[in-house]
């Protein structure tokens, strides 16, 4: 069983930056994703890093604004975003997979999840 709880959202300002933790317990080896969701929209994948950190994967979207990384002895992962868009607003949820086969970027590859922290970008 894991639990993972993720803080740091909040409301920035276009080209600002934030960065969000993921806080987990229990077996926390698993490889871990960040998605987003925003109103009215459905759940999407955002960055997902392999649980050893040797590799990590990132949407069209955020790639070359924002950087995944993990401390397994801290049981955190966390998500720097830089150059934040309006479009960006949105509930970020860390989740984890403990099957591990690839680094998914479907919310079914994932089977933990967190409660989710709001992030609003101004214009």
């Known amino acids: 069983q894991v639990q993972l709880v993720e803080s740091g959202g909040g409301l920035v300002q276009a080209g600002g930056s934030l960065r969000l933790s993921c806080a987990a317990s229990?077996?926390?080896?698993?490889?871990m994703g960040w998605f987003r969701q925003a109103p009215g929209k459905e759940r999407e994948f955002v960055a997902a890093?392999?649980?050893?950190?040797?590799?990590?994967r990132y949407a069209d979207s955020v790639k070359g604004r924002f950087t995944i990384s993990r401390d397994n002895a801290k049981k955190t992962v966390s998500l720097q975003m830089n150059s934040l868009k309006p479009e960006d607003t949105a509930v970020y949820y860390c989740?984890?997979?403990?099957?591990?086969?690839?680094?998914?970027?479907?919310?079914?590859?994932?089977?933990?999840w967190g409660q989710g922290t709001q992030v609003t970008v101004s214009s």
């Open positions: 890093i392999r649980w050893s950190g040797g590799s990590t």
């Open positions: 989740a984890a997979d403990s099957r591990g086969l690839r680094l998914g970027v479907y919310i079914q590859e994932y089977d933990y």
């Open positions: 229990g077996r926390t080896l698993y490889n």
